[in-house]
Nanobody, 128 residues
Framework: QMQLTESGGGSVQAGGSLRLSCAAS????????MGWFRQAPDKEREGVAA???????DYAESVQGRFTISKDNAKNTLYLQMNSLKPEDSAMYYC??????????????????????RGQGTQVTVSS
């Protein structure tokens, strides 16, 4: 059973940057659809960035051009580089994974409800 552990969250001022990491407990290779989603208080979970098994990415419109998802197979780690952060980016961020071969577009919309693995989350707070 794979475990996912996020890190890298914190508090930052608007315009700043953070890089989130998600370490997998097993060799993930290219066998998993992966992504990041977030949940702010009193809001629904939102898929933020997705990476399919072929390496194609997709992003929520709200973070397009500011966030970048990537993966280091040698380290079994998924990353989310977040630049030009805004107060509305404040949320708990989770990484998620699934063995099914979703496209990045499908993964973005389904990771909050269909992915079989998720971490415990890391908090991101952006102050104005």
């Amino acid at each position: 059973q794979m475990q996912l552990t996020e890190s890298g969250g914190g508090s930052v001022q608007a315009g700043g940057s953070l890089r989130l990491s998600c370490a997998a407990s097993i060799d993930i290779g290219s066998r998993y659809s992966m992504g990041w989603f977030r949940q702010a208080p009193d809001k629904e979970r939102e898929g933020v960035a997705a990476l399919d098994r072929d390496g194609t990415t997709d992003y929520a419109e709200s973070v397009q051009g500011r966030f970048t998802i990537s993966k280091d197979n040698a380290k079994n780690t998924l990353y989310l580089q977040m630049n030009s952060l805004k107060p509305e980016d404040s949320a708990m961020y989770y990484c998620a994974a699934d063995r099914r071969p979703y496209t990045a577009f499908e993964a973005l919309g389904r990771m909050t409800t269909h992915f079989g693995y998720r971490g415990q989350g890391t908090q991101v707070t952006v102050s104005s």
